[in-house]
């Protein structure tokens, strides 16, 4: 399946092997690289995490945008500690036997969207499942915190599949009332058994569907990285399946090596392919679409739910206008 892209891609610069044995680290493309992070708000942000004694995806999945989202007081808060229960071969955080769940997370997260005046906040998770119910209650806690100590600020949650606990844990965190709820594919489902072995394509669409079928005001998100060697038409199908799960927003983003232990890069996609992806995407109906190669789920996620509300509300004139 080489050539995944075909001209709309860079393969990337040839591993090989050190004189010394160790693998040669694949070269970026100048469009990836990104400053590494040093201002103030950087600091402030981090330290404040520490503090707290709170996680973030930005830190644990080796997020390349850290540096410029934490210098605007920015974070995606990983709840239910630092060690995932799933071993994904795109995935930095680590993998093993988790920590009991923190009771003190819901209010330390209230606090620190608090401090950094978020408007909009991220929440995320690592996989349970060692839990009865995957960790749905405490996604459910973190927003009843977050609704009590700053009504203001719009909730984004990003949850795991809840793997054969799926429907009651929707239901509870629905019921909650966030404000977006994203779930990501992460990738066409041919390189499901490689990439994400832990999961089921079709089960994470159905995550999708049901969030709408429960309370189809709340938005659903969801994206998939390229570079790992999918085909053209693959993007376009899966474009396709989240639309017919009434997806309201797509991210696509170029998938990143975090170390050679994680499944290697098949092709650095281009900016010009990102962004003919993204007009196809938003052609096929998105209300909103993040397509670029430092895309990530939750990067300028406040600004895009902005958009994405607005783009609501001026498709519903147009529909009562007729």
């Known amino acids: 399946m080489g050539g995944a892209m075909n001209d709309l891609s860079s393969a990337p610069t040839p591993d090989g092997a050190k004189d010394d044995g160790r693998p040669v680290r694949q070269r970026k493309p100048d469009w990836i690289r990104v400053k590494a992070p040093v201002g103030k708000g950087y600091h402030e942000t981090r330290k404040l995490m520490r503090d707290l004694s709170l996680n973030t995806v930005c830190e644990e999945a080796a997020c390349p945008n850290i540096g410029e989202c934490w210098e605007k007081k920015h974070a995606t808060v990983m709840i239910l500690g630092d060690v ?26 209230a606090v620190a969207a608090g401090e950094m005046g978020l408007k909009h906040i991220v929440v995320t998770s690592v996989d349970r499942d060692d839990l009865p119910d995957g960790g749905a209650s405490q996604f459910v806690k973190v927003i009843e915190a977050l609704r009590r100590e700053t009504p203001d600020t719009t909730i984004e949650i990003l949850t795991p599949d809840f793997r054969n606990k799926m429907r009651p844990a929707v239901e509870a965190i629905c019921e909650a009332g966030p404000d977006v709820y994203n779930h990501n594919l992460e990738t066409v489902p041919r390189l499901y058994p490689t990439i994400r072995p832990g999961a089921r394509y079709y089960a994470s ?76 995407a938003r052609a096929k109906g998105f209300l909103q679409v993040a397509s670029s190669p430092l895309t990530r789920s939750s990067y300028h996620a406040g600004d895009d739910f902005a958009e994405m509300k607005a783009a609501r509300e001026a498709k519903l004139a147009r529909t009562d206008g007729k």
């Open 84 to 109: 995932c229960t799933r071993a994904c071969a795109f995935c930095n955080v680590k993998t093993g036997m988790p920590r009991m769940v923190d009771p003190m997370e819901p209010e330390n997260v």
């Open 205 to 280: 669409l159905r995550l999708l569907e049901e969030v709408k079928a429960h309370d189809p005001l709340i938005f659903t998100k969801s994206g998939i990285m390229l570079g790992l060697g999918e085909q053209r038409l693959e993007v376009h199908q899966v474009m396709d399946d989240m639309r017919s799960a009434d997806v309201d927003f797509i991210t696509m983003g170029q998938y990143l090596q975090p170390t050679p232990k994680h499944a290697r890069v098949e092709d650095f996609v281009t900016p010009k392919a990102f962004a003919a992806f993204g007009s196809i």
